[in-house]
T-cell receptor
Framework: GDSVTQMEGPVTLSEEACLTI???????????LFWYVQYPGEGLQLLLK?????DKGSNKGFEATYRKETTSFHLEKGSVQVSDSAVYFC???????????????FGQGTILTVHP | DTAVSQTPKYLVTQMGNDKSIKCEQN?????MYWYKQDSKKFLKIMFS???????INETVPNRFSPKSPDKAHLNLHINSLELGDSAVYFC?????????????FGPGTRLTVT
């Protein structure tokens, strides 16, 4: 079945440091890929997405590129802020026409803490 | 104007009780989901409804019964609660059976079974 593997956390950085959270996946076909963020005490919010190979999703200074050849979707940000402290989830779902009705398969989540 | 809302936000109850969690979305989506987040933050799909029809039913104990009275509502009823049911339950919704579309999540219901 489909699966998503994220780098182990927690990750602790100083403000303005560079961030990379690795994400790789196993799926048949061409899944849609997502990064969700969960701030403390809140639900999940979509951070960015990509639906086909070589697409780059970006939002709030975060970027991730859909790499079919390496089955990866790593999350990057050039300069993190204290307000970026949260749990980050990589996820996939089947593409339009798929048979899994869009259910999201999540990675285990990576806790990011940014210190001033 | 909350997009996906859940009630209650917190639920503390004893083993053996029956409880319900309600979810409503005002986004006009046709598909709704229940996810369970365990103490290690791992998220797993439980159920999904499309236009009031059950389309995903993962391996979940039959003590859990979802019900969708209309496209905008998806409720979760849990019978004979067990300690292991303690978790955060998230409702979500999306367009077009969710394929390729992002899901919008509610704030979660933290269930504690004592």
């Amino acid at each position: 079945g489909d699966s998503v593997t994220q780098m182990e956390g927690p990750v602790t950085l100083s403000e303005e440091a560079c961030l990379t959270i690795n994400c790789t996946y196993t799926a048949t076909g061409y899944p849609s890929l997502f990064w969700y963020v969960q701030y403390p005490g809140e639900g999940l919010q979509l951070l960015l997405k990509a639906t086909k190979a070589d697409d780059k999703g970006s939002n709030k200074g975060f970027e991730a590129t859909y790499r079919k050849e390496t089955t990866s979707f790593h999350l990057e940000k050039g300069s993190v802020q204290v307000s970026d402290s949260a749990v980050y989830f990589c996820a996939l779902s089947d593409p339009p026409g798929g048979t899994s009705y869009g259910k999201l398969t999540f990675g285990q989540g990576t806790i990011l803490t940014v210190h001033p | 104007d909350t997009a996906v809302s859940q009630t209650p936000k917190y639920l503390v109850t004893q083993m053996g009780n029956d409880k319900s969690i309600k979810c409503e979305q005002n986004l006009g989506h046709d598909t709704m989901y229940w996810y369970k987040q365990d103490s290690k933050k791992f998220l797993k799909i439980m159920f999904s409804y499309n236009n009031k029809e059950l389309i995903i039913n993962e391996t979940v104990p039959n003590r859990f019964s979802p019900k969708s009275p209309d496209k905008a509502h998806l409720n979760l009823h849990i019978n004979s609660l067990e300690l292991g049911d303690s978790a955060v339950y998230f409702c979500a919704s999306s367009h077009a059976s969710g394929r390729g579309y992002e899901q919008y999540f509610g704030p979660g219901t933290r269930l504690t079974v004592t």
